[in-house]
C-alpha cells in the first residue's frame, strides 16, 4: 500500500506539474495574439481575458492525454534508472501493480477529458461565438471617437460627436463621410446627422446614415447635392477570423448523439476518441518506462513521441478523409484507438517469456 501511493503520487505530481506549465506556455500564446488583435482594432480589449479563458477547454482537449502519457513515462522511467523498481521487485511488487495504479490514474484522467470534451469545448465554443457577435454589432465597441478622423475602406469619416449612454452604448452625432479624398477632380462627401456602424449576418461590415446630403463635384467648381432619409454604405468585407467555418464546435454532444450529419457524426467521435486515448497511450507507456538501470530514462523516448505522434496524426487524416466523404462515417475514428491497442500497446506489454509459455504449452 506504501508503494502504491508512492508511485500514484509520483505520477500524480508530474502530470500536474506538466499540465500547468504547458498550459501556461498555451495561455500565454493566446493572451499575445488577442491583445494583437486588440491593437489592431479587432477585438475590444475588454473581451481578451474572457477569450483567454474559453479558449482553455480547447487547449486541455489534447493536453490531458498528452500530460497522462507524459507523467507515466518520466515518473516511472525515474524510478526504473534509479534503481527503486530492482527494490521493489525484491519485495514483491511486481510492474502488474503499476499498471494497475496507471490505469486508475487514466480514469481520474478519462472522467476529467470527458467533462471538458463533451461539455466545456462546446460551452467555451458557444460564448465564444457570442463575444465577437456583440463586438461586431454592440456600438459600445465601436473604433471611433469624437473629433478624429476614422478610416474604413475607401472612406474616411469625421466624427464631430461621438455620445456614449452609461459606458454601454455609442451614437455618432454629425459625421463627414469623405470618399477617394485625393481624387484630381475632387471628391463626393456626405454629411449626416446621425451614423451607426454594424455587420451582418455574413460579417460584413456597414455604415448606416440618417438624414444625410451627399455633395457630388461639378466641372465648373461648383457640388451638387442630393439628399437622403437613410444611406448604407459597405466599409469592410467579412474578416477571416469572425467567419466560422466549423460551425459543428458548438453543438452541444447531446445533438450531435441523434444525427444523420456526416460532418456532426465525425465531430462526436473526435470528442470521444480522447477519452480512449487516456487508457491506451498509459498501456504503452508502461512497458516504454520500464527500463534497464544501466540505460538512460531517456532510451525510450523517441519511440514514445512517435507512437503518440503517430496516434494523433492518423485521427486527424481519418477526420480528414471521413468529412470529405471518402470514408464511411463508421467504425470511423473509433478504428484508431482499437488499432493502437491491438498492435501496439498490447505486444509492448507482451515479453518474449509470454510467446515461449505459449509454445511450450502448445507443444
Keep these: 500500500m506504501i508503494l502504491s501511493k508512492y ?40 473581451f481578451i481575458s474572457l477569450l483567454v479563458i474559453y479558449s482553455v477547454p480547447s487547449t486541455l482537449f489534447l493536453m490531458l492525454p498528452l500530460t497522462l502519457f507524459a507523467s507515466v513515462l518520466i515518473a516511472v522511467g525515474r524510478i526504473s534508472s534509479d534503481s527503486e523498481l530492482v527494490v521493489m521487485r525484491v519485495a514483491g511488487y ?67 460627436e461621438v455620445e456614449s449612454n452609461d459606458g454601454s452604448n455609442k451614437t455618432m452625432g454629425e459625421s463627414f463621410v469623405l470618399s477617394n ?33 451627399r455633395y457630388d463635384p461639378r466641372l465648373d467648381g461648383t457640388y451638387s447635392f442630393v439628399h437622403f432619409e437613410n444611406v448604407k454604405m459597405p466599409i469592410g468585407s467579412a474578416r477571416p477570423e469572425e467567419v466560422q467555418t466549423d460551425s459543428t464546435r458548438g453543438i452541444a454532444t447531446v445533438d450531435l448523439l441523434n444525427t444523420d450529419n456526416v460532418k456532426e457524426m ?30 538512460s530514462r531517456f532510451t525510450r523516448l523517441f519511440p514514445a513521441i512517435f507512437i503518440y505522434v503517430s496516434y494523433y496524426m492518423l485521427l486527424l487524416s481519418l477526420r480528414n478523409l471521413i468529412n470529405a466523404e471518402t470514408l464511411p462515417p463508421y467504425p470511423g475514428l473509433y478504428i484508431v484507438p482499437l488499432l493502437f491497442l491491438i498492435f501496439v500497446a498490447i505486444p509492448l506489454n507482451l515479453t518474449r517469456g509470454f510467446f515461449r509459455r505459449k509454445k511450450q504449452t502448445e507443444v
Excluded at 462627401?189 to 446614415?209: C, H, K, M, P, T
Excluded at 476518441?273 to 512497458?287: D, G, K, Q, T
Design 94 to 160: 511486481s510492474t502488474g501493480h503499476i499498471m494497475k495504479i496507471a490505469m486508475l490514474l487514466s480514469c481520474i484522467t478519462a472522467v476529467v477529458t470527458a467533462v471538458n470534451n463533451l461539455y466545456l469545448m462546446p460551452y467555451s465554443e458557444n460564448a465564444m461565438i457570442e463575444l465577437r457577435s456583440d463586438a461586431r454589432n454592440n456600438p459600445r465597441y465601436m473604433p471611433i471617437e469624437s473629433g478624429k478622423f476614422v478610416s474604413f475602406g475607401q472612406y474616411h469619416v469625421y466624427l464631430e
Design 266 to 295: 465525425v465531430e462526436l467521435q473526435w470528442r470521444i476518441c480522447p477519452i480512449f486515448s487516456c487508457f491506451i497511450l498509459v498501456i504503452a507507456a508502461v512497458p516504454l518506462s520500464l527500463i534497464n538501470p544501466r540505460q
Design 7 to 46: 508511485i500514484f503520487k509520483e505520477i500524480l505530481k508530474v502530470q500536474c506539474v506538466t499540465l500547468i506549465v504547458l498550459l501556461a506556455v498555451f495561455i500565454c500564446q493566446s493572451i499575445v495574439l488577442y491583445v494583437e488583435r486588440a491593437s489592431q482594432g479587432r477585438i475590444p480589449v475588454d
Design 181 to 213: 479624398p485625393f481624387a484630381d477632380r475632387g471628391s463626393s462627401f456626405i454629411v449626416a446627422r446621425n451614423g451607426s456602424v454594424g455587420y451582418d449576418d455574413e460579417g460584413v461590415q456597414w455604415l448606416y446614415l440618417t438624414d444625410a446630403n
